[in-house]
């Protein structure tokens, strides 16, 4: 099984996480995270947020929380905390985020969203995923925790709901699209065989279950 390293700095969780690529299901899986991300992004340089060991194809730039991760990717990378970004205002025209929200404190997340939009110039976009578990996701990853089928859980402060994740977006941005995704099979995404993605076309077929929420948001353009 693949090795987690983790640490809590200024209250946010910040880690190494496992390899998803040893990992065929769930890679594709989050490969086709990334394709619907990129349809929601326009064109211009994007800034990534948290991107753990793989940074999306789109990000021109990404801020980690653990120092190594921003070392080892092929893009340039920089560590620092999202809740203070290092950078201009209206530096960017697209913003991503994907599965870390969870991992800041209640209290800071908002920060996060701010930040975002002071980064980001009028018309840009920010594009959260969030897992926001249904009580399928809790059963099922409860389960694997106490089979010893996944590694320790870092999640501490708890996983948003769906309604959360949109309303931290709809603060300084207007929503635009906001998806539900997940499949009863996300169980096999746990596997380390080469043939588990051979599932990932019934996956796509089987989008009924809550396990991950993604909102995006448009900054307004005071002058529109």
Not at 41 to 63: S, V
Not at 114 to 139: D, S
Not at 168 to 185: A, C, H, M, R, Y
Request: proline letters at 7%.
């Amino acid at each position: 099984m693949s090795e987690a390293t983790w640490d809590v700095q200024a209250g946010a969780i910040v880690e190494r996480p496992r390899n998803v690529r040893n990992h065929p299901l769930l890679n594709r899986i989050y490969e086709r995270h990334d394709e619907l991300i990129a349809e929601q992004l326009p064109a211009g340089r994007t800034l990534e947020l948290a991107f753990g060991q793989h940074m999306h194809p789109r990000a021109d730039i990404g801020l980690e929380g653990w120092p190594s991760n921003a070392e080892t990717v092929r893009k340039p990378a920089l560590a620092g905390d999202a809740r203070a970004l290092p950078f201009a205002d209206d530096s960017f025209d697209a913003l991503i985020g994907r599965r870390f929200l969870h991992h800041v404190p209640p209290a800071d997340r908002r920060d996060i969203l701010r930040e975002a939009a002071r980064v980001l110039r009028p018309g840009g976009r920010v594009a959260l995923l969030e897992g926001t578990p249904g009580l399928y996701r809790k059963l099922t990853k409860g389960a694997a925790f106490r089979l010893g089928l996944l590694e320790e859980d870092t999640d501490i402060y708890g996983h948003l709901s769906a309604d959360a994740v949109t309303a931290l977006v709809s603060g300084p941005f207007d929503i635009v699209e906001k998806q539900t995704l997940g499949s009863p099979l996300m169980l096999a995404s746990i596997s380390e065989s080469d043939a588990s993605a051979r599932l990932l076309d019934l996956y796509e077929r089987t989008q009924f279950v809550k396990w991950w929420t993604l909102a995006v948001g448009e900054h307004p353009d005071p002058d529109a």
